[in-house]
């Protein structure tokens, strides 16, 4: 591991034209594996295999991996044609998280007008670091207006504050800061003691290893859990609130986010616990009412659930074991649907409100214009 971790989870290489670098998140925490992505290729097969995960880091990705198409068209005999299949290729990688499409658009919207391939590779390149700066921008303003919540519960409760989480919504996800994450690391930075409750989130562990690996580096007190044990924990008074992201949030507020998110706001609303969304307004889609119909849930490969990839004290390597008899099947959903009525406010960089097509046209009154 390397003695100094990279501060974000991508940036173009200081020294090397036309390659950006990223944290393999596979190999995460056991090992910090910096990658160089070279092709628009290799950027579609990161967010498909998940080297990169979150939504908008997923956004990052496509916002470069569409420079690094651009780049490559202008070498190609037919380079519209050429440039229309790799874009093609990036935006099936992921289904779920809005943000791939969103940063595509806004690459294909700014290239508009703009008649040679150099001038659009100049162009693609800053939009790309564009999306970068606004995300992180994004996130930290997220922490900013999530403070106040974790600060009330303080003054109340004069304690460490207990925050359940499930997947992982921080820098890795989100580049820098994270999305749900962001309040923590805010209060952190402010004095507030703070406990995490760190959801496993199978099939592939994210919060077990990548949201545990985030918080161990910055110092903040957590336990990670079995994703079944919320529940309990919630029933005997050991959880304050709860703050997770999402992928893709509708226009009358029902969030996507990692499966299993939806049993924890059910517990959460049985048990009063304030259940808050942390949103990035480019996972807003608002050509979308209805989340349990209209939103797109990824189906993954089964061998995610069939095996588990961890640490071998034995060989001292990353090893992968099979889990589950050899010939059961297995099914492997990424995401679920939490309906709008189950979110105590969703949380974005222009503030907190309610989970309802006013209470975000209340913070976003641009949109109705749109509609």
Known sequence: ???????????????????VQIIDQRSLPHLVKIVDIKSSDEAARAIQEMWVRGAPLIGAMAGFGYWLAVCE????????????????????????????????????????????????????LETAKEIVEQEVKISNDIGEWGLPLIETLYQKHQRPINILTHCNAGRMATIEWGTATAPIYKAHQAGIPLHIWVDET???????????????????????????????????????????GTDR????????????????ALAAWDNQVPFYVALPSSTIDWGLANGLHEIPIEERGSEEIRYIQGWS???????????TPADSPALNYGFDVTPAKYVSGLLTERGLCAASEKGLLSLFPEQKLKQ
């Open 73 to 124: 068209a202008k070498k190609h005999d037919q380079a519209d044609h050429y440039l229309k299949r790799q874009l093609d290729a990036l935006a099936k990688t992921r289904p779920t998280a809005v943000n791939l499409q969103w940063a595509l658009d806004l690459q294909i919207a700014r290239a508009v007008g703009l008649d040679s391939f150099g001038e659009r590779q100049v162009k693609a």
């Open 1 to 19: 591991m390397p003695h100094t971790i990279p501060r974000r989870s991508i940036w173009l290489h200081p020294q090397a034209p036309q390659t």
């Open 313 to 323: 004290e034995e060989t001292q390597a990353i090893a992968k074991v099979r889990l």
């Open 249 to 264: 949030t509708t226009r009358k507020g029902d969030v996507a986010n990692k499966i299993g998110t939806y049993l924890k």
């Open 202 to 244: 199978r099939p592939r562990n994210q919060g077990a290893r990548i949201t545990a690996w985030e918080l161990g580096v910055a110092g903040i007190a957590h336990t990670i859990i079995a994703d079944n044990t919320g529940g309990h924990l919630m029933q005997h008074g050991k959880v304050d609130m709860c703050i997770v």
